[in-house]
């Protein structure tokens, strides 16, 4: 396919600077490919750099009200500060620093902290996907940077000095580099790496929605988390009486979204209180006062991936390197990512040696955050009697010992120190 005219000046104009030898610091242009949340925090953070970006989304227009909820750790929240983004109130987030934990009979199994607070008080912060894409994007756009929707990408071609990405629409776009920040079924990642390997199942689904319970009392800066008999169950209370609330079921064969998509809210509640009964009374209450839609997806994960970059082309966040929602991480991981690559773009001269340092410095941290995470979903859905016996006996002892902030603070206390030059 040929390029356009506009991705044809710029790659002869890409050529005859490279020809003169000049480094990344000249370098004018990245596209950035999706505007979920890695896509807008690392625009923010090339600009930053003194590197232009262009963000491209696949969907036709924003989808703000989409989706449910998730946890932006303190971490993470540490990165957008850095960048001068404070999305927390900006995108009615709910601060929890506490994580209480119960067995499906109602029995207090411990407390986990989620997170540290950062100097200003700052705790992680339970925030709807929905508006916290609408807070980066706007963000991004408030700092110049354009984010152009219905761009879903078909491939992209490498060149001396520069890349071209085409779209469905039949549009392209040419720019000096391509990062791939378009999610776990990342079209980059196939394309760089057709052996690339898929998304791994975690034998879990996930069902989230929204209730409201107005005799309900507010659980004030806490997540309470249920051990039940068959499932995982985890909710909120904010003022007022509106319950965020989530489950995790086991299933061993993997549905697809269409399938669970398909289930009407109606059957969901009549599964969801047959799987926990028997459990506190509570999560039935939460079930039967939810109204609207009730979302169901499997859960996946991506262990490893072997190949990060190529050419002028490189991934981030979950394109790369997925992890499940059970630690909380996904959202963090990805901000972390974004702040990382733009300092290596920024100090390293080659692109070939920013990405290689970009890997080096993210890779086994990623990968640990991801086979934890792993690791507390497979606590979450016990059917033997007998292990759910010696969970729930046993846990009360592990949270002391392994869920205290010392024990987390490889997880929470990461930090990125914009000001430091990478070698």
Avoid at 84 to 103: Q, T
Avoid at 214 to 227: D, I, K, S
Avoid at 292 to 315: K, M, N, Q, R, S
Wanted: some cysteine.
């Amino acid at each position: 396919m040929r390029a356009s005219p506009t991705g044809a000046a710029h790659r002869d104009g890409r050529r005859e600077r490279s020809s003169r030898g000049v480094t990344m610091n000249a370098m004018k242009k990245v596209l950035v490919i999706g505007g979920g949340i890695a896509g807008p925090v690392a625009a923010v953070a090339l600009r930053r750099a003194g590197i232009e970006a262009t963000v491209y989304e696949a969907r036709v227009e924003p989808r703000d009200h989409e989706g449910f909820f998730l946890n932006l750790a303190s971490n993470g929240l540490r990165v957008l500060k850095a960048l001068g983004i404070d999305v927390a109130e900006r995108a009615d987030g709910f601060p929890a620093p506490r994580m209480v934990m119960w067995s499906g009979t109602g029995k207090r199994l411990g407390e986990v902290a989620n997170g540290l607070r950062l100097p200003d008080g700052t705790a992680s912060t339970i925030v709807r996907r929905g508006a916290l894409r609408r807070a980066l994007r706007e963000e991004a756009e408030r700092r110049g940077v354009e984010v152009a929707f219905g761009k879903r990408l078909v491939s992209y071609e490498a060149f001396p000095g520069g890349v071209v990405a085409r779209f469905e629409d039949g549009a392209e776009a040419g720019g000096d580099l391509l990062v791939g920040a378009d999610g776990i079924h990342s079209r980059v990642r196939t394309a760089m790496d057709p052996a690339a390997p898929r998304p791994s199942y975690t034998g879990l689904i996930s069902v989230g929605g929204y209730a409201r319970l107005p005799g309900l009392a507010p659980t004030p800066e806490t997540q309470h988390f249920v051990f039940g008999r068959r499932a995982f169950f985890g909710y909120l209370v904010r003022e007022g009486g509106e319950v965020w609330w989530f489950a995790n079921l086991s299933r061993p064969g993997e549905p697809s979204r269409a399938e669970l998509s398909g289930v009407p809210a109606e059957e969901w509640r009549r599964r969801l209180l047959e799987v926990f009964s028997g459990d506190m009374d509570l999560i039935g209450e939460i079930i039967r006062a939810t109204r609207g839609e009730i979302g169901a997806y499997p859960v996946h994960d991506i262990p490893t991936a072997p190949v990060w970059h190529a050419g002028p082309a490189v991934l981030v966040g979950d394109a790369v390197h997925a992890t499940s929602p059970n630690s909380g991480q996904g959202a963090s991981l990805a901000v972390e990512d974004a702040l990382v690559l733009a300092r290596c773009l920024r100090d390293l001269p080659e692109p070939e040696r920013a990405f290689a340092a970009y890997e080096r410095l993210r890779r086994e941290r990623v990968e640990r955050v991801v086979a934890y995470s792993r690791r507390i979903g497979q606590s979450k859905a016990v059917g033997n009697p007998l292990a759910r016996w010696l969970r729930d006996a046993i846990l009360p002892f592990a949270l002391k010992r392994f869920a205290s902030p010392d024990a987390h603070a490889w997880l929470y206390d990461y930090r990125v120190d914009w000001d430091e030059r990478v070698a």
